[in-house]
T-cell receptor, first 111, second 113 residues
């Protein structure tokens, strides 16, 4: 069955520094992969998704992710974070017509 | 467009009480979902409705029931609340299932004492 593993439950990073949030998936078939973001006290919203085509996917707010089939990874990156990026980030995979979410990574921005 | 709305925003129940969480979407979406979010557990699917008139169990359905009242509305009922059901509940909708973007409501924070 398809699933995702987010390797870090929390990631602290200084403001204006780059960040990478790691996600690995398990699947032997074609995958549809997603990153969702949850700002404090809100519901989730889609950051970006990979369905097919270019392995580098650009999303909202300057985030991007790279699909790596050989390493079964879909890591999320941003070259320079801002205090407003403080949120929880969820990697997700499509399975049986539903979305399966990882356990989430909290991004803490340090001043 | 309001998107996905949920009521109530907060609720405190005593063990054994019942309640219904309401969800509505105004995007003419076919699919709707109920999730619960617990610390360190991510989001877990309780029930979903692929289209009007159909409902199916998700990962954690025990203790819950759902009703897809019409295309807009999808309610979640707790018949006899238990402390283990203390959680934040999110409703979501999407045009269809699978890889379509899901749109989330603001959540209901439920405490069962």
């Amino acid at each position: 069955a398809q699933s995702v593993t987010q390797l870090d439950s929390q990631v602290p990073v200084f403001e204006e520094a780059p960040v990478e949030l790691r996600c690995n998936y398990s699947s032997s078939v074609s995958v549809y992969l997603f990153w969702y973001v949850q700002y404090p006290n809100q519901g989730l919203q889609l950051l970006l998704k990979y369905l097919s085509g270019s392995t580098l996917v650009k999303g909202i707010n300057g985030f991007e992710a790279e699909f790596n089939k050989s390493q079964t990874s879909f890591h999320l990156r941003k070259p320079s974070v801002h205090i407003s990026d403080t949120a929880e980030y969820f990697c997700a995979v499509e399975r049986d017509d539903k979305i399966i979410f990882g356990k989430g990574t909290r991004l803490h921005i340090l001043p | 467009n309001a998107g996905v709305t949920q009521t109530p925003k907060f609720q405190v129940l005593k063990t054994g009480q019942s309640m219904t969480l309401q969800c509505a979407q105004d995007m003419n979406h076919n699919s709707m979902y109920w999730y619960r979010q617990d610390p360190g557990m991510g989001l877990r699917l309780i029930y979903y409705s692929a289209s009007e008139g159909t409902t199916d169990k998700g990962e954690v359905p025990n203790g819950y029931n759902v009703s897809r009242l019409n295309k807009r509305e999808f309610s979640l009922r707790l018949e006899s609340a238990a402390p283990s059901q203390t959680s934040v509940y999110f409703c979501a909708s999407s045009e269809r299932g699978g890889f379509y973007e899901q749109y989330f409501g603001p959540g209901t924070r439920l405490t069962v004492t």
